[in-house]
């Protein structure tokens, strides 16, 4: 890939963060991170995964010392759970409430099925190019391999 194309690339993520900012207003106290926990613990769940902090800490690629934060606040405000694992009390399994099945309808299914139609002329395949490409470079530049100077 050109430099210039790199750079594209990088201007283009800016653009995606400032598209992720016009997102609608979450209600008081509530993160954006929320609304991805909520879906990364659904999804695993839907697998069939009883869901705990290293699960959602792997799958978002974060540490889990900020993961066990955001849990204990979502917690805190009713959108999640905690239980022990009833074979191993040392294991902790987390859950979505009702009241964080809720937010996550109102903001994901909602939201993002009224904005379905206005992206229409995107394909599935564009779509999905696009995330691959992102995903890699994430990955690329977050192995700290570049160096300058």
Known sequence: MEPKTIKALLDACYLAKRIRDLLPALPQGVTPAY???????????????QVKISDIS???????PGVTRTVKEMEAKG?????????DGRITYISVTEAGKQLSQIYN??????????????????????????????RVMSEGSVCVG
């Open 109 to 138: 299914e909602e939201y993002f099925c009224r904005l379905a139609p206005l992206l229409s002329d995107i394909s599935q395949e564009d779509a999905g190019r696009t995330i691959q490409t992102i995903q890699k470079f994430y």
């Open 58 to 64: 792997d799958t978002l690629n974060l540490p889990r």
């Open 35 to 49: 609304i991805t926990y909520l879906d990364v613990i659904q999804t695993l769940q839907q697998q069939g995964r």
């Open 79 to 87: 959108f999640l759970c905690k239980h022990a694992s009833p074979s």
